[in-house]
Structure formats: structure tokens, C-alpha cells
């Protein structure tokens, strides 16, 4: 029997049927981003005592559908940290594109000067997620390094800075610089002192 009128055909139901699941999945997609968005510009600013109906505020989105995708506030922290690692992770590999490698590593230094801006603001947040998580500290640790190593290794690889400076050398330094200024205006100072260093590591043209 022909389908009537008001029914789709087989062909016509099977071309609709997933059309549903995956408009739910991309819009779940764009509600997690959302979300992670407004949780970082709210836990920067509030610190641990930041809301998460804040952070469901401020993404637009109710607060059941904050907690379908973070179930508890670590959750969240955890994720947002992950997040900015990964963003971290990224730049590094698209300056590897960049026609200066000292120049390279120098942007890449200065973006993690905003990172560590953005995480004084929620340091007690993301040491609540943090506690037990080895495989967190762990995830940072191998990502971060990796990105630096990368850009270092080019740098020195044409000449261009010291060979003998490792990943970890650099992240010690930068840490220390930016925890050690906590006065108004500090991100400033802190560039200075990121451009004084990078130019420390320059190897002399020769002649």
C-alpha cells in the first residue's frame, strides 16, 4: 500500500530520523562550551565562592543543564582547567608557523601570563579539583611541557637561543615571576620580565 499523504514514506522517516539526535548533540556541544566559557570568567572572578547558578547565568543556560554535564563543582573546575591547558597545547602547535621561533616562544610565554591571571582568581578552586588527582597534575604537566619543549627546541635547533635551557627551566621561571607579583598591574611587570628573559636566552649573532 502507498504511503497516504499525511505519512512520510520509509525513505522519507529514515532521512528525518537523524536529524533530531544530532541538532541534541550539537546543541549539547555548544551548551558545554557555554558553559566553560562562564565558568571561567565567573570562578576568576569569585573564586571559590562563585556561584554555579552564576556560572548558569552567565552561559544562558538553566541550571540542570549545567549540572547534566558537570555533576559537581570540581567537575567544573577540573574541566575549565583541562580547557585552558588545551588552548595552551593548540597555540603552541600554530606558532610553529611563525617565521621567528624566539618571537614564537615569546608569544606563547606572554599568553601564559593571561593563563595564570585568569587561574590566581580560582588557585583555591583548582586546588579543591585537583586534590587526589594525580592524573591531572599529570595531564598539565606532559601538556605544557610538550608545547614549550616544541617551541624550544626549534629556537635552538637554527641558533637562535640557548641549547641548554629545558621545558621545565622555562615553566620555573614563568611560575615564579607571575606568583611573585601580586600588586595592581602586575600582568605588565611580569611581560617586561617574560621579554628580559626570552632576550637572556638569545644566542649573540655571531661576528
Same mark, same amino acid.
Given at each position: 500500500?502507498?504511503?497516504?499523504?499525511?505519512?512520510?514514506?520509509?525513505?522519507?522517516?529514515?532521512?528525518?530520523?537523524?536529524?533530531?539526535?544530532?541538532?541534541?548533540?550539537?546543541?549539547?556541544?555548544?551548551?558545554?562550551?557555554?558553559?566553560?566559557?562562564?565558568?571561567?570568567?565567573?570562578?576568576?572572578?569569585?573564586?571559590? +565562592? *562563585?556561584?554555579? %547558578? $552564576? &556560572?548558569? /547565568?552567565?552561559?544562558?543556560?538553566?541550571? !540542570?543543564? =549545567?549540572?547534566?554535564?558537570?555533576?559537581?563543582? +570540581? *567537575?567544573?573546575? %577540573? $574541566? &575549565?582547567? /583541562?580547557?585552558?591547558?588545551?588552548?595552551? !597545547?593548540? =597555540?603552541?602547535?600554530?606558532?610553529?608557523?611563525?617565521?621567528?621561533?624566539? %618571537? $614564537?616562544?615569546? /608569544?606563547?610565554?606572554?599568553?601564559?601570563?593571561?593563563?595564570?591571571?585568569?587561574?590566581?582568581?580560582?588557585?583555591?578552586?583548582?586546588?579543591? $579539583?585537583?586534590?587526589?588527582?594525580?592524573?591531572?597534575?599529570?595531564?598539565?604537566?606532559?601538556?605544557?611541557?610538550?608545547?614549550?619543549?616544541?617551541?624550544?627546541?626549534?629556537?635552538?635547533?637554527?641558533?637562535?637561543?640557548?641549547?641548554?635551557?629545558?621545558?621545565?627551566?622555562?615553566?620555573?621561571?614563568?611560575?615564579?615571576?607571575?606568583?611573585?607579583?601580586?600588586?595592581?598591574?602586575?600582568?605588565?611587570?611580569?611581560?617586561?620580565?617574560?621579554?628580559?628573559?626570552?632576550?637572556?636566552?638569545?644566542?649573540?649573532?655571531?661576528?
Amino acid at each position: 500500500m502507498a504511503p497516504s499523504a499525511q505519512e512520510p514514506s520509509a525513505e522519507e522517516a529514515a532521512a528525518k530520523g537523524p536529524e533530531r539526535p544530532r541538532r541534541r548533540r550539537a546543541d549539547a556541544v555548544r551548551n558545554r562550551e557555554r558553559v566553560l566559557a562562564a565558568a571561567k570568567a565567573v570562578f576568576s572572578a569569585g573564586g571559590t +565562592e *562563585a556561584s554555579l %547558578e $552564576a &556560572v548558569a /547565568r552567565q552561559a544562558g543556560v538553566g541550571i !540542570g543543564t =549545567l549540572y547534566r554535564h558537570f555533576p559537581t563543582r +570540581e *567537575a567544573l573546575y %577540573e $574541566a &575549565v582547567y /583541562r580547557r585552558e591547558v588545551e588552548q595552551l !597545547g593548540e =597555540l603552541a602547535e600554530a606558532l610553529k608557523g611563525e617565521p621567528d621561533p624566539v %618571537e $614564537a616562544l615569546r /608569544r606563547w610565554l606572554h599568553s601564559n601570563v593571561a593563563f595564570v591571571a585568569t587561574k590566581k582568581g580560582m588557585a583555591a578552586a583548582l586546588a579543591i $579539583a585537583a586534590h587526589g588527582k594525580t592524573d591531572l597534575a599529570a595531564f598539565s604537566y606532559e601538556r605544557l611541557t610538550t608545547a614549550v619543549g616544541s617551541l624550544l627546541a626549534r629556537a635552538a635547533a637554527e641558533g637562535r637561543i640557548r641549547a641548554d635551557v629545558g621545558a621545565e627551566d622555562i615553566l620555573r621561571a614563568l611560575i615564579a615571576m607571575c606568583y611573585m607579583n601580586d600588586q595592581p598591574g602586575w600582568q605588565a611587570s611580569v611581560l617586561r620580565l617574560v621579554d628580559v628573559f626570552v632576550d637572556g636566552l638569545r644566542v649573540p649573532p655571531r661576528g
